[in-house]
């Protein structure tokens, strides 16, 4: 009986069907919830208080009996936005998780899981990870909510963007794949971006960063800083349905600034010598079955140069040659 009763209120406030003076009570709690800043055992018992009194107003009129279960549902809507609040630690919205329509699921189980949204995105969902979802999209954006580790190979739809929201930031796409990892207790998360572009703010000063394909990023809570970098292993841009990147990695007497070229466009990434004397240099070779990195090296090795990657520019250092 008092579920139903809590129920019912909660749908009031929701279906907009409340007074002025409930809704800014309603808001003015969740508020303190979504607050940066911890609620003290005196300023909850206050704002308590004052939900308390507005239910003991409208209560006067009616039956004990009725007044009996409004001050249950009361009761009961304080202790589970209380509950949630300390379960989710604020990543999803109370009127998020009071929808009919949103799903959990969570991966307990020592493999990844696969998860088919509505719209066609696909996600795979590491261990130990929950994600939060809508059974169906109805709303002009597609939103979802992790608490974890996840890939996400998203359908595209320029006219409803999809958001991933986490611990630490808020990351905005149209269609890409990229992976996603932000546990509650880390100081820090991780994006990598496999294929488009993504949009990345954080959730607490709004810093904003755009990715494209082969970038990752962390954020760090202590520093407040986005440190930026490229992934273990980049992956040439032609693995994406709209990219042309038709280069040969057979190389005879090829000079470095083509090859050099031919590595930025196939990755996506920026490649600089630091040294003006390099671009004499010239190279002889096949690395077409390397992988980025393997190839930087066979051709660093060649030319007695290094290459070392700082954020996300990969600087090729060396004398240079004399012809």
Request: glycine fraction near 4%; proline fraction near 0%.
């Given at each position: 009986m008092s579920t139903e009763a809590y129920k019912e209120l909660l749908k009031r406030y929701l279906d907009g069907k409340c007074t002025e003076e409930e809704k800014v009570l309603v808001e003015e709690w969740y508020a303190t919830l979504n607050s940066?800043?911890?609620l003290t055992d005196t300023a909850y018992i206050q704002l308590e208080n004052k939900i308390w009194e507005k239910v003991a107003e409208q209560?006067?009129?009616?039956?004990p009996q009725?007044?009996?279960w409004l001050k249950i549902a009361a009761a009961v809507l304080i202790f589970t936005l209380g509950l949630w609040y300390a379960n989710n630690n604020k990543l999803t919205p109370v009127t998020y998780?009071?929808?009919s329509n949103h799903v959990k699921t969570e991966n307990k189980s020592?493999?990844?899981?696969n998860i088919a949204l509505s719209d066609g995105t696909q996600v795979t969902l590491y261990p130990n990870s929950t994600l939060y979802y809508s059974s169906q999209f109805t709303g002009n954006t597609r939103e979802v909510y992790?608490?974890?580790k996840a890939f996400f190979d998203v359908a595209s739809n320029k006219q409803k963007p999809f958001y991933v929201k986490n611990h630490h930031n808020t990351i905005h796409v149209l269609g890409t794949s990229f992976m996603v990892e932000s546990f509650k207790k880390l100081d820090k998360n991780s994006i990598e971006v496999f294929t488009g572009k993504v949009w990345v703010k954080e959730n607490l000063d709004e810093k904003e960063l755009i990715l494209t394909p082969n970038m990752k990023v962390s954020y760090n809570t202590v520093t407040k800083n986005f440190e930026e970098g490229i992934v273990q292993s980049p992956k040439p841009l032609d693995q994406q349905k709209d990219a042309i990147t038709d280069h040969s990695f057979k190389f005879n007497e090829a000079p470095l600034t083509q090859i050099i070229g031919s590595l930025e466009d196939t990755y996506g990434l920026h490649i600089e010598m630091e040294n003006p004397q390099l671009e004499k240099c010239t190279f002889t070779g096949n690395l077409e079955d390397e992988n980025l990195?393997?190839?930087l090296e066979l051709l660093c090795t060649t030319l007695g140069a290094k290459y070392e990657v700082k954020n996300t520019t990969i600087y090729i250092k060396g004398s240079g040659c004399n012809q």
């Open positions: 940066t800043q911890k209560t006067q009129e009616q039956k009725s007044r009996i998780m009071l929808s020592n493999h990844i899981q992790l608490d974890g990195f393997k190839k």
